[in-house]
């Protein structure tokens, strides 16, 4: 049952992105006079130009239309109204279908125009507004050197004398302002190299504004040679960062010899047999120490001896060393600090990397890492790791080898979805690592003494298999609120014998992390969430018997952080209930 629980949370991670629909909502004027005129415009938007919706403002001339761009484009929606009678801006009504509108509708004859605004104006009971241009649109335009003009995408187009109130310009440099409510007389538009216009506005038409070309400044170059170690002074947490280029100074094989630069690290063997490597922070061994893979928990509990081998040092863009206490978001399992590993991202970097190493000692790695763009949205990358070491030495004549025999392999694959008109985006991953290490004796492996059985020996198999998702949620009209939900699942199977007794672990590993943040301004952040995390661990201990644990951890926590001037401030707080330990 336990091992259905983690097969049925593997195949949750699996799932695919579907891709939303673009839909986009445009307004812009389209000339009309009564409710015949409302009723053909909206129908022809939707019935002839494919529009989702669509709705008319008999007050503002304004017509407010959704479209999806990967059936229609707004073109269409406009070049079938015109067709219908009714003029929009550049798209004009053919002269024939004008001429058979109903004499009510027919919106280039002034008489018909005036008639419907003396209405307006008795219908308003002498409001004396009605003067003002209450919707203000048209298309902005840049001069190039020939003479030629040029759409401006994202000019800033704001009223006069309320620089409050404003708006920009689309892919079409189209812009839309209301002016009900202000009664500017004029607009003012800005764009970068081009120089700034204010345009007076005294009649309801869709203007085309040119802007023409600033003064253009020399380019001004600026160096600076970043740290490869570097410790922020913005950020609130005191967190030490290890660079890309501080990790190519050490031989950096995998994640244990990426500190051996580092004085904050200490780097060891834990013995010559198994050729294990562990670390030290603040005098404490390694499995005191927090180690995530981009905020998710990787070397852990059974892979504590291994894990550090199975992130090579290839695949690493950065690391972030935080010593002390770490941040209540990230779990409970950090005493003397937390170690975060950056991989290599499937959206940024080199398109492929190739690495290889070999020596005289018959050691032979293989690292490949490769990503591509598939999509304006979606990314992925594949990263390789091959290791073999078939040599038995004993140069130091103990009679045992001086390091183990190893056949490693390590793959990963990376995708991820960021859309930016889509308020959803995420990553998942997989991972899969398979390790063969023997050692112990040496004559066992060199050959030259044919009684084997009687050697002392090490052997160890180990298969890991993780997978892990990250989906984050930001609201595009409120960015400061986000909802992130991190999922992580491990199989962690090791078959292993020291001497003539076999010592064998299966582990299931799940961990789930929801995360409220909440940003009112730059100097207050607040976070808090849910936490679950599940250990299944069984041992087979030769002679002994068997250890079989059962760990279930739910959890809550809450995080504000305070920025000063001079200071931060970061109280936190975290409670979990452990099935064995009880409320921690």
């Not at 038409?205 to 160096?223: A, C, F, K, P, R």
């Not at 084997?452 to 990250?470: G, L």
Request: glycine share 8%; charged share 25%; net charge negative.
């Amino acid at each position: 049952m336990k091992n259905i629980f983690i097969t049925l949370a593997l195949v949750v991670l699996c799932g695919t992105v579907v891709k939303a629909q673009t839909i986009v909502e445009y307004s812009f004027r389209v000339e009309g006079l009564c409710g015949m005129c409302s009723e053909r415009i909206e129908k022809t938007a939707i019935k002839q130009g494919g529009a989702e919706t669509a709705e008319f403002d008999l007050n503002t001339n304004m017509l407010t239309v959704t479209i999806d761009h990967d059936k229609v484009q707004i073109s269409g929606v406009r070049w079938e109204i015109a067709q219908a009678g009714h003029d929009n801006g550049d798209f004009k009504a053919p002269d024939d279908v004008y001429n058979d509108l109903p004499l009510c509708c027919q919106h280039r004859d002034s008489a018909n125009v005036e008639a419907h605004v003396e209405g307006e104006d008795l219908e308003e009971s002498g409001n004396d507004n009605h003067n003002h241009i209450h919707a203000i649109d048209g298309y902005i335009y840049g001069e190039e050197e020939d003479g030629s003009r040029t759409p401006l995408i994202g000019a800033t187009v704001s009223l006069i004398d309320h620089a409050d109130m404003g708006t920009t310009t689309d892919i079409n440099g189209y812009f839309m302002l209301d002016n009900s409510t202000a009664h500017s007389s004029g607009i003012e538009i800005s764009y970068i190299g081009y120089e700034t216009r204010e345009v007076p506005i005294d009649k309801a038409e869709l203007y085309e504004i040119t802007l023409l070309s600033g003064h253009q400044l020399e380019t001004v170059e600026i160096s600076y040679r970043q740290r490869t170690t570097e410790i922020s002074f913005v950020k609130t947490l005191n967190t030490e960062k290890i660079t890309r280029e501080e990790l190519c100074k050490a031989a950096c094989c995998n994640l244990s010899e990426s500190f051996e630069t580092n004085p904050s690290v200490d780097v060891s063997y834990s013995d010559a047999v198994t050729g294990a490597k562990q670390i030290q922070m603040l005098g404490l061994a390694g499995p005191y120490v927090q180690i995530d893979r981009e905020l998710i928990p990787d070397v852990r509990a059974m892979s504590s001896v291994y894990g550090l081998s199975m992130t090579p040092g290839p695949w690493i863009e950065s690391i972030q060393l935080i010593k002390g206490v770490g941040s209540v978001v990230n779990g409970y399992e950090s005493i003397t600090g937390q170690i975060n590993v950056e991989l290599k991202k499937p959206e940024k970097g080199e398109l492929l990397f190739l690495n290889g190493f070999a020596n005289n000692g018959g050691r032979l790695e293989l690292n490949a890492n490769g990503r591509r763009q598939l999509t304006e949205s979606l990314s992925t990358s594949v990263l390789v790791h091959g290791k073999r070491m078939q040599a038995a030495h004993d140069r130091n004549g103990d009679g045992f080898t001086d390091m183990p025999l190893e056949n490693d392999f390590v793959l990963a694959s990376r995708w991820r979805y960021k859309n930016p008109k889509s308020n959803v985006m995420g990553q998942f991953g997989v991972k899969v690592s398979n390790l063969q290490h023997e050692g112990g004796y040496h004559d066992h492996f060199s050959g030259e003494d044919v009684d084997h059985e009687n050697h002392w020996r090490m052997m160890m198999a180990t298969r890991r298999y993780e997978a892990w998702a990250k989906i984050g949620y930001i609201d595009q009209e409120n960015p400061e609120t986000s909802i992130a939900l991190q999922l992580s699942a491990v199989k962690h199977d090791q078959e292993s014998s020291f001497g003539f007794e076999a010592f064998n672990v299966t582990q299931h590993f799940f961990k789930a992390n929801l995360i409220y943040q909440y940003i009112p301004n730059e100097n207050n952040t607040i976070r808090a969430g849910l936490s679950y995390q599940l250990d299944d661990i069984y041992e087979f201990v030769q002679k002994i018997g068997v250890y079989d644990r059962w760990e279930s951890v739910p959890g809550a926590f809450a995080e504000y952080t305070l920025k000063g001037e001079n200071f931060a401030l970061i109280p936190g707080v975290r409670t979990d209930y452990h099935n064995n330990y009880g409320l921690i």
